[in-house]
């Protein structure tokens, strides 16, 4: 029976979602606990997270036996044995053509950042900047909405030769201490949004313009490639 799993992890603890030689990967640790249970362990991720980047709501499917329908049961053993820096959020049946990358239509990556003085217990999942000019932001990330071509937005290593990308909603808010960018696109490219928000950061410092942005995005200049840290990254939401 196929399942659609929804989970969250702490990605400080692992060198990225997506299973690697050094067995360091949020699917290693997923493998594990599967092969425990006598499941065969074939994870179909909805896309991959880099190295120190967490998740809210990451996705995959698996094919489980039948014998394991009582999900709550299979939620409580898979918790139980896995890591405290991951875990299951939730299980569902789905048909058995649903695939968790291909049939995604919409995935939503927050970037949270803070102009507190850097806190030892918020170090892995904040990024910490001195100071935020929040109507420069607000107006840059507009910039992003809609169709473009993100050929100098993204870290080199991407193995899609299609650079466009539709990016549906960008906006930046304030939420308590904390400062968001909320992003809502098909897909992304690799370390594209990290790129992104540095460049908005670089733009709030004045640094950086507006018009570069557009210059950038219309592939006019290749201005700024410095990706944004990794901790303050989240994969929240991908909608089917």
């Known amino acids: 029976m196929n399942v659609k799993m929804t989970i969250s992890y702490d990605g400080f603890s692992y ?6 030689t050094n067995k360091k990967s949020v699917e290693d640790r997923l493998i594990e606990v599967f092969k425990i249970l006598n499941i065969e362990p074939k994870i179909t991720l909805s896309g991959r997270t880099d ?5 809210t709501g990451q996705v995959f499917n ?3 036996p039948a014998y394991w329908s009582n999900f709550l049961k299979l939620k409580q053993v898979m918790n139980y044995k896995l890591p405290s820096s991951i875990r299951i959020r939730k299980i569902q049946k789905v ?3 649903f695939h968790a990358r291909f049939h995604a239509k919409k995935r939503v990556y927050r970037y949270v950042i803070s102009t507190k003085e850097v806190s030892p217990f918020l170090a892995n999942y904040v990024t910490f900047v001195k100071e935020i000019n929040e109507e420069k932001i607000k107006e840059a990330i507009k910039l992003f909405i809609g169709v473009h071509d993100f050929e100098y937005f993204h870290k080199s290593g991407s193995e899609k030769d299609n650079k466009v990308r539709e990016i549906f909603d960008a906006k930046f808010y304030k ?7 909320r992003f809502e696109a098909n ?15 670089k733009i709030s410092e004045g640094k950086l313009s507006k018009n570069d942005l557009k210059a950038q995005l219309s592939r006019e200049k290749y201005i700024y490639k410095t990706p944004a840290l990794p901790n303050g ?5 991908v909608k089917y």
């Open 233 to 237: 990254l989240y994969l929240s939401q």
């Open 187 to 201: 897909s992304y490219l690799r370390s594209q949004i990290r790129i992104m928000v540095g460049f908005l950061l």
């Open 95 to 97: 048909n058995d053509e």
């Open 51 to 55: 190295k120190q980047v967490h998740a």
């Open 62 to 64: 698996i094919v489980i």
């Open 15 to 20: 060198q990225g979602s997506q299973r690697q």
């Open 175 to 181: 939420y308590k201490d904390f400062y968001i960018f």
